[in-house]
Structures are given as C-alpha cells and as structure tokens.
C-alpha cells in the first residue's frame, strides 16, 4: 500500500470515529422529517375522520400497527422516501411509538358503538402524540402544535413568545412564501437551542370548525373561529436542545 493510500485510510477513518457534531443543516432535515412524520400520522386521522365517527362500527381497525403503516405511506407520498422499520433513527422511533401508544390508549373510545362524535380528532390525537414524543426524548427535543394566538382554542397550544413573533412577522407577511419553515437558533433559559417552526393552513376540512360565521358552535361545540380558506391556521414547532 502506497504511504497516499494509507495516510487517505486513516484519514478516512478517522472521520468515520470523529464524533460528529449535528450541523444546522442535519438539524433542518431532521426537523423536516419529523414534522412530515408528525403530519403523516395526523393525516391518518384526518383521513378516517369519518369512519372514527361512524356510530354503527364497533372496531374501526385502526390499531397502532395498522396506523403506523398507513402514515409510513402518507409519509412516502409527501416526502418521496419510504422509512423502514428496521432503520428508523431513534427520533423517528419515538415519534413511531408516540403514535402507537395514543392509538393503543384509545382504542375503547374509538371502537365504542353507538356513539357518533368521539371527540377523537387530528389535533387533538397531535397533541396527544407530541406529548408523549417531547416526554420520550428527555429533554433534547419537544414537538408542539400551535397556532397563531387570536386562533388559539387550548390555551396549552399557545404560542410562546418565539412562536407568536414568527407567526404575526414571518409567516403573515405577503413576502414570505407559503409553507416555507423558519428556523433559528437561540438559546432558551440559557439553553443552545435549534428552533423550526412551519406554518399550516386552513384548507375545506378544516373550515367546518375553524371557518365562519365565527363563533357559531361547531361540532366539538366549540366555538368557530371566522377562519378562512388558505388562511394561517396553525403551527408545528419543535426544538432541538444542544
Ligand atoms: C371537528 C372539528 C375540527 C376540524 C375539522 C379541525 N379542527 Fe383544528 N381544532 C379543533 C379543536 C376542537 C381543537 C382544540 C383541540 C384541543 O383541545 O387540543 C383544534 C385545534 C387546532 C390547532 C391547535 C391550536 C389550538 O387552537 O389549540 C390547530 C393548529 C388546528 N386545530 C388546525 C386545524 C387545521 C389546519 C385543520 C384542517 C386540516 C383542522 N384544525 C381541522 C377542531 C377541529
């Protein structure tokens, strides 16, 4: 072996046992693919929205099992890649298994019969999972559903100051193009910290309850929020602590 060859040999792995630091950039795919992954599992809700109301079904046949497999092809078709189980990283086993637990811990309410609106709705299966995600990954990571402050209807999804300034300065101005994600690293209570947020908007579905007239009940009987089609409606946030 040339003294080129070996020097390049070691060289090479050297940077293969190199602790890698995640750079901003892995940081921007990491968190784009948990968020693609976190609505992939709500569009499974979404999706069967109708099915998970229907009175006359007893099991709905949306275990965690099958709901994962529907997700990992919401997924594919959103992001043109197929996640395997075997070589999930360990973020996206946790948001996997966040989705598996809130669908285990609510199959009694999903296959009750006789019973219409279940309450069972994407933000509120979100909410549930980012919970479970953001408790799973100790302190290193916290996903969050949110929305822009006049819009807010569970005051535990308000913005934070970071959130409601990117939403009322970014995301609402004509120049910023629609679905672009923000993201910026600060430090949180002395923390170093990566932050994304991407925005969401209000398509027909939605409107049934965030449309108008605005405060008419909607079917959650909560109040509507004048919300219009295309409009901001909402947020995924997440962080990444260093
Ligand atoms: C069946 C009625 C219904 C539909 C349809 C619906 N939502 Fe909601 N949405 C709610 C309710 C109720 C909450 C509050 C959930 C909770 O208590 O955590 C909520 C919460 C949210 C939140 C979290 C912020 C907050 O206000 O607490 C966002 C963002 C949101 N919805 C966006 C959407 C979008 C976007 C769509 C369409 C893709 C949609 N919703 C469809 C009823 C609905």
């Not at 009694?108 to 799973?136: E, H, M, T, W, Y």
């Not at 939605?206 to 295309?230: F, R």
Request: with cysteine; aromatic share 10%.
């Amino acid at each position: 072996m040339s003294l080129k060859c070996t020097i390049g040999l070691l060289l090479s792995l050297f940077m293969f046992f190199l602790p890698k630091p995640v750079m901003a950039e892995t940081k921007e795919v990491v968190s784009k693919e948990l968020t693609t992954l976190f609505r992939a599992a709500r569009k499974v809700i979404s999706d069967n929205q109708a099915h998970i109301n229907n009175p006359d079904i007893g099991d709905k046949g949306l275990s965690g099992k099958i709901v994962t497999q529907k997700l990992l092809e919401n997924y594919k078709k959103a992001s043109g890649k197929r996640l395997y189980p075997d070589s999930f990283t360990p973020v996206q086993e946790a948001m996997i298994n966040s989705v598996k637990e809130v669908m285990f811990e609510n199959q009694d309410l999903i296959n009750k019969q006789g019973v219409a609106f279940k309450g069972f709705i994407p933000a509120i299966f979100a909410g549930k999972v980012a919970n479970k995600f953001s408790r799973k990954m100790n302190g290193k990571m916290k996903i969050k559903l949110t929305a822009p402050t006049r819009y807010i209807r569970n005051k535990t999804n308000s913005p934070d100051y970071w959130e409601h300034n990117v939403i009322e300065n970014i995301f609402k101005m004509s120049a910023h193009k629609k679905g672009q994600s923000y993201s910026e690293n600060i430090k949180i209570k002395g923390k170093k910290a990566y932050r994304f947020i991407l925005p969401e908007y209000y398509q027909q579905s939605c409107l049934d309850c965030h449309g108008t007239p605005k405060g008419e009940l909607d079917i959650t009987g909560g109040k509507k929020e004048g919300g219009l089609l295309n409009e901001l409606g909402g947020a995924i946030s997440l962080i990444i602590y260093q």
